[in-house]
């Protein structure tokens, strides 16, 4: 689903005013050879595989890992530039392999540096990918999961559009890389992933603990920098909690009562407040990690003092904390984000019960860098260059 607030949450965000689009429609993948064998997708392989096609090709198995290092630590796809490689080794990787499978078709640049991307896949659907840059050095990416969402949350626009299919741990682990290679490119580094764009990342588990494994092994972004968010799969919770790898978890809630919460949320029907939490201290107690429950402030709704309370209520005593942002909002909701003080006046009351509440900062204000809304706004444009066409026929 399209992890509700949560992207709209770290991705937070998101208006329109004043960006600057960088692409349309442009392909960053490299098209099939004149002889028209189609190229195998680099990102597919692993290091093993590699290693066996370098046998293959009578080559020394080291070879593999050179060609790794300059993809994965060097952002380096075009084979050309690979010179400690001999030159027949590098014609050959050209001629076999494409770097990536995504077509870029939207991109905005906020004026505080956020990028949002819309990719193409090859069958034609759309997703999105945020880069988020801090100024203490931080660069964050915010990686979708799926094509649409069927989690139905009333307030998130990748909500509101349906599911269309999963993403394959390629396609999951490529929206990274892409991120990663400019940045190693200009002498950076991508430092944090959150599992936070478009889509449940738990209904899509395999596929994104494989893409997790890989972004923590090739891209070397530390397991404790990788957060996974979810809108509640109880038991996906607690598939992940004895997994062995310790990726961070965040939990979209939104409201401290099953009924508020399941207007809200329609995962809550199935997995009610009580089993939620009870899978929340599971995984609080298996992996001894904080939990970060997503709170979108809406005013009047789940703003109030009233709500705080309840909410401390609730979660007073867990190994948690709770990430606040004022709603951002969407074509399809009407609810309207917090003020400043609203924000205030909420974590003041919660810090009565123990629970530490840091309002999350918003980025992107001036782009569609909320979850769903580039991806609406590029197929709104699209649509309309259709039908000038079929008017023009």
């Known amino acids: 689903m399209a992890n509700l607030a949560i992207f709209c949450f770290m991705c937070s965000v998101i208006c329109l005013t004043g960006f600057r689009r960088v692409s349309k429609f442009s392909s960053r993948v490299q098209k099939r050879p004149a002889s028209g064998i189609r190229l195998t997708n680099f990102y597919d392989q692993s290091l093993d595989d590699l290693k066996e096609l370098m046998l293959n ?26 010179n400690n490689l001999p030159l027949s080794l590098r014609q050959k990787l050209s001629e076999h392999f494409a770097f990536g499978s995504l077509k870029l078709a939207d991109e905005q640049i906020s004026k505080d540096g956020t990028r949002k991307r819309a990719y193409q896949l090859v069958d034609g659907q759309l997703i999105e990918t945020v880069l ?10 915010c990686i979708s999961s799926q094509a649409g969402c069927a989690m139905g949350c009333v307030f998130c626009a990748t909500g509101q559009m349906g599911f269309s ?5 390629s396609e999951i682990f490529e929206q990274a890389q892409r991120f990663s290679a400019e940045l190693r490119r200009a002498d950076e580094r991508l430092s944090n992933i959150v599992m936070m764009g478009m889509g449940e990342p738990l209904a899509n588990y395999e596929n994104v603990m494989e893409a997790v494994r890989r972004m923590n092994r090739e891209l070397g972004i ?17 598939k992940l909690a004895d997994e062995d790898i310790q ?12 009924e508020r919460r399941s207007a809200l949320m329609p995962v809550n029907l199935r997995y009610p407040i009580p089993d939620l939490l009870d899978a929340c201290r599971y995984y609080t107690s298996t992996t001894h990690r904080r939990i970060s429950f997503e709170w979108a402030l809406i005013h009047e709704e789940t703003d109030t003092p009233e709500v705080a309370h309840e909410l401390g209520r609730l979660l007073k005593g867990m190994l948690c904390h709770v990430n606040v942002i004022p709603l951002n909002p969407t074509e399809g909701y009407g609810g309207k984000p917090t003020s400043k003080s609203g924000v205030d006046r909420f974590c003041k009351i919660l810090a009565e019960y123990g629970i530490t509440c840091t ?29 000038i066409m079929k008017q023009e026929v």
Not at 132 to 141: F, H, I, K, L, S
Not at 225 to 238: C, D
Not at 247 to 258: E, I, K, T
Not at 378 to 386: F, G, I
């Open 247 to 258: 990726v961070g978890l965040a939990v979209s809630l939104h409201q401290a009562n099953d």
């Open 57 to 82: 090709w009578n080559e020394k198995s080291f070879r593999a890992k050179q060609v790794n290092e300059w993809v994965y630590e060097r952002g380096v796809t075009n084979c050309s530039q690979m």
């Open 132 to 141: 988020m840059p801090y100024e203490d050095g931080r660069r964050t990416a």
């Open 359 to 387: 309002p999350r900062m918003r980025r992107g204000i001036d782009i569609d860098a909320g979850c769903g809304q580039l991806k609406s706004k590029v197929m709104r444009e699209k649509e309309r260059a259709e039908m």
């Open 165 to 169: 299919r999963q993403l394959s741990s």
């Open 222 to 238: 530390g397991a404790r920098h990788i957060t996974i968010s979810t809108v509640g799969l109880a038991p996906r919770i607690r």
